[in-house]
C-alpha cells in the first residue's frame, strides 16, 4: 500500500533532518498501531512529514537495531509507553515532493500491531510540540489524521477480534 505522493510545505531544517532530507534513497521506518484498554494511542508530530498531524508512533530504524526493537524504542520515546510487538500489519511508502517536484523525503514504512503492558500509564510525548494520547475507537473519524492512518488502524483493530487477535 502506498501512502502516496504530496507535497510538502517548506520547513527549517534541523541537524537531525539534514541526512532526511532529501535523500539518496528511501530511508527503512517502522510505525506502530499500539492497542490498549484505553483505545489506540496516537501522537501529534511535532516535525515533518505530517507536523501538526495525528498519528501512530514510529521513526526511523537505527543502524544495527531490529524493525521490532526500533518499534519499541520509538513509541517509548514518543510516548514514554513500554509495548510489546504483536506482528507486523501492513508496508507503506511515503513520498513526499517539494514544490519543484524534488523527493523531500521518501520513507518504506513496516507498521506492526503492539499492545502495552501499561494500561494505566498516561503518555509523556518527548517535547513541548508534541502531544500523545489515546483515541477510543469511535473517536478516530474526528481526529485530524491522514485518511490512510485511520485505514491502518481500523485494519489492525479488526485483526485484533476473534480467535487470532493478540
Known sequence: MTLGTRKE??????SE????????RPMAA?????????GVLLVRRDKDPGRGRWSIPG??????ETQEQAVVREVREETGIDVRVIRIID??????????G????HYVINHYLARTDSEDAEPVPESAEAVAAWFAPEELDNVDAPREVID???K???????????
Open 17 to 24: 533532518m539534514k541526512e532526511r532530507l532529501y535523500p539518496s
Open 152 to 154: 491502518l488502524i481500523r
Open 59 to 64: 521513526g526511523v530504524v537505527e543502524i544495527g
Open 91 to 100: 508496508s507503506f511508502d511515503l513520498i513526499t515532493r517539494d514544490n519543484e
Open 9 to 14: 510545505p517548506e520547513m527549517k531544517a534541523t
Open 156 to 166: 489492525a483493530l479488526a485483526q485484533t477480534r476473534g480467535p487470532r487477535g493478540p
Open 102 to 105: 524534488r523527493i523531500r523525503f
Open 30 to 38: 517502522v510505525g506502530a498501531v499500539v492497542i490498549g484498554r484505553r
